[in-house]
């Protein structure tokens, strides 16, 4: 099935630093959602973003729709030990339709 | 407001056996979307249901059906199980009103099948 390409596949860091994740698709979508899944659980929602070039926050987190309505990125600053997980990117892409389209994640390890 | 519910949490199956699966949608949600999560493939859709008509479908075999109750509630099926059948199965809740819709997802299912 359709997939969204999101980089980078795992990331290790250190306590304190930013962290930053993207996705993008050959194909235009009219909404980016970004999750996170600890390990035997759902996804968590974070952001939801709706317009192209919207810039949204949600306390240490700021995701950006972008301007082509091709790719979105997520950003993590100041990171903390319960940032790990693996986060998801997902875009959906009509309306009429709540289908998403996920990317396969990005693995987050922060060393304290 | 109570999240998405899912059960059971965890299952084991024989090969050719079936399983049903339930979701409970968050209180006034009318719309329920499946997924099937591996390591291989990652999250991929299953169906979607409004109003208890299936308005979307992914590409899976016919052995994957499901159905909306009247009250929302939403089941997935299976049948002649296949080891590959082995997931998460994770259920998402949305409240479609003016376009901008967030999807919330229970804890999922973890179907095993040996």
């Known amino acids: 099935g359709q997939q969204l390409n999101q980089s980078p596949q795992s990331m290790f860091i250190q306590e304190g630093e930013d962290v930053s994740m993207n996705c993008t698709s050959s194909?235009?979508?009219?909404?980016w959602l970004w999750y996170k899944q600890d390990p035997g659980e759902g996804p968590v929602l974070l952001i939801a973003?709706?317009?192209?070039?919207e810039l949204t926050s949600n306390g240490r987190l700021t995701a950006q729709f972008g301007i082509t309505r091709k790719d979105s990125f997520l950003n993590i600053s100041a990171s903390i030990p319960s940032d790990v997980g693996i986060y998801f990117c997902a875009g959906r892409r009509q309306g009429g339709s709540e289908k998403l389209v996920f990317g396969k994640g990005t693995k987050l390890t922060v060393n304290p | 407001k109570a999240g998405v519910t899912q059960t059971p949490r965890y299952l084991i199956k024989t090969r050719g056996q079936q399983v049903t699966l339930s979701c409970s949608p968050i209180?006034?949600?009318?719309?329920v979307s499946w997924y099937q999560q591996t390591p291989g493939q990652g999250l991929q859709f299953l169906f979607e249901?409004?109003?208890?008509?299936?308005?979307n479908k992914g590409n899976f075999p016919g052995r994957f059906s499901g159905r909306q109750f009247s009250n929302s509630r939403s089941e997935m099926n299976v049948s002649t199980l296949e080891l590959g059948d082995s997931a998460l199965y994770l259920c998402a809740s949305s409240n479609i009103q003016g376009g901008n819709t967030e999807a919330f997802f229970g804890q999922g299912t973890r179907l095993t099948v040996v």
């Open positions: 194909s235009i979508f009219n909404t």
């Open positions: 973003l709706y317009k192209a070039g």
């Open positions: 249901y409004f109003s208890e008509t299936q308005r």
């Open positions: 209180s006034g949600h009318r719309s």
